[in-house]
């Protein structure tokens, strides 16, 4: 069941890019737009999009670089641990909490070193790797999307994505504890 | 928000830094400036001659616990080359490996070195028939670890923050260029209206037929397919046509801020790059993870998409998006 719906998915995610041109592009020349000319009108906005990010990716990125750098995750951990283990999260998998929403590239070799250590199908493998799956690097989305549009009052923008992190979290520990706890 | 986090990243990252410095420093954790002696063996005893010789170095296990204080992890047997300077100081090179004990290979990593420690040797003593003697030597001091890490962090990730926007730059215009090409079809509009009544419960601040919406629901199918090369710029570009809606330029619109907390839960139907890792670890299972990972990022997407809601509605919030200046 699962092998049917995930090789489903899989067809789908490899068929998606070609069916968009496709539909575009053949959409487009029915319609008798001038399809080369404006593709190129529009992807002239890419370079400074992108380059109109750099500055707040250099601020946020520079910033976790820097606390992660120091220890202070492992300090924070230290501090929570006797917290989270009351609700059923080892203490091994709460600096994963911690650092998914500051950090991709970081948590991604976090969950990789962890199921080095205590096996991929622990029950310790599978909560950390649910939660790499369970929630996106929340800072980075945040610099890089406010970015392109120069927004710098993020208002109730970063709470309600702690909030979301949080929740997700908490979520993963529980379905995982739920299903895999023995 | 972002300012006091900010703040908080930046000083208490300089200050744990320190602080774990100054702590290592008070208690000498990699016992800088204090002698360890260890047997050496050679095939071959050195002469004067040989300005660079090797020789297998050994020290019993419960020694180099002790005089690290660390828990005890085997025998250490090295094979160092040691080499005298013309003017009489010997310095003895040892290699750290995967066998290498755990203590050393935290301090060749924390040192500039990484592969090796370097020692300076104080006294070496032979005896049976100078094959076999000791050696007594201070291995070059490790010191202000983390706040060089934190340097190194600074520049580092400065320079990832502008290779990360760069390799935006290609994606960026191939989906901005067909974006252009479906508004100029009037595909977007069609694309709109299968999903009105979801959309208009979601963004009940921009009109249903509006660009914005036809991107944020492309951005939404490419990430839930995990096609997140596809999944930014159709996101970067549903935030540059929410923003031609913005009363307020450099302020946070509602539906900015909905429109994120559905992108950072991070809802995808496969996590393709966490069964990866599981399936090279050796799992039985790899995709055990798929209903699990659904529930929890389903759990984030609603949490935050009623968060946003509910905290877009707070006094602090509001005055935010309503007071004018500049």
């Known amino acids: ?182 | 928000m972002l300012n006091k986090i900010w703040i908080f990243l930046i000083l208490a990252g300089v200050l744990i830094a320190a602080g774990n410095d100054i702590a290592d420093e008070a208690r000498n954790t990699y016992r800088n400036g204090i002698p360890l002696t260890a047997a050496i063996a050679v095939e071959h005893p050195p002469s004067v001659l040989t300005p660079t010789w090797q020789g297998e170095m050994s020290i019993p296990s419960a020694l180099f616990a002790a005089f690290y204080g660390v828990p005890e992890s085997g025998d250490v047997k090295e094979t160092v080359t040691i080499t005298t300077a013309p003017s009489g100081v010997s310095v003895m090179t040892i290699p750290v490996n995967e066998s290498s004990p755990p203590q050393w290979k935290l301090m060749a990593q924390r040192s500039s070195s990484r592969d090796h420690l370097t020692a300076t040797i104080d006294r070496i003593q032979w005896s049976g028939g100078a094959s076999n003697g000791s050696v007594r030597f201070i291995v070059d001091p490790i010191r202000f670890v983390k706040l060089k890490a934190v340097t190194a962090a600074a520049i580092d990730w400065a320079a990832i923050a502008v290779n990360v926007v760069l390799g935006l730059v290609g994606v960026m215009a191939l989906w901005l260029g067909l974006m252009r090409i479906a508004e100029e079809a009037g595909m977007l509009a069609l694309l709109t209206r299968f999903l009105r009544p979801v959309t208009r419960f979601l963004f009940p601040d921009v009109p249903a037929d509006h660009p914005a919406i036809a991107a944020i629901i492309m951005n939404t199918a490419a990430n839930m397919l995990g096609l997140s090369n596809a999944a930014t710029p159709l996101g970067l570009k549903a935030m540059e046509e929410l923003n031609k809606l913005n009363p307020r330029a450099g302020t946070a619109t509602n539906a900015m801020v909905t429109f994120l907390a559905i992108n950072t839960g991070g809802f995808v139907i496969i996590p393709a790059t966490a069964i990866a890792v599981r399936a090279a670890a050796g799992s039985v299972n790899p995709g055990i993870i798929i209903g699990t990972s659904i529930v929890g990022a389903g759990v984030a997407t609603v949490a935050g998409i009623v968060a946003s809601r509910l905290l877009q509605r707070l006094p602090m919030y509001r005055k935010e998006k309503e007071e004018r200046h500049d």
């Open chain 1, 1 to 182: 069941m699962t092998d049917l719906f995930r090789s489903f998915v899989d067809i789908l995610a490899v068929a998606a890019i070609p069916a968009v041109l496709l539909l575009f592009v053949g959409w487009a020349a029915f319609k008798k737009v001038k399809v080369y000319e404006v593709f190129v009108e529009g992807a002239k906005e890419g370079f400074t999009t992108a380059i109109r990010i750099i500055p707040y990716l250099v601020a946020m990125l520079v910033a976790i670089g820097i606390f992660r750098a120091s220890g202070g995750l492992e300090l924070l951990s230290a501090l929570l641990a006797p917290v989270t283990s009351w609700i059923g999260m080892p203490p091994e998998a709460l600096p994963m909490a911690m650092l998914r929403p500051l950090s991709g590239s970081g948590s991604l070799g976090l969950m990789t070193e962890l199921m080095k250590v205590h096996g991929p199908d622990s029950l310790l493998g599978v909560m950390v790797s649910t939660m790499y799956g369970s929630s996106e690097t929340t800072f980075y989305v945040l610099a890089v999307y406010f970015g392109s549009v120069g927004i710098r009052k993020t208002r109730h923008a970063v709470p309600v994505g702690l909030i979301a992190d949080i929740a997700g979290m908490l979520a993963a520990v529980w379905i995982v504890n739920l299903l895999f706890h023995r």
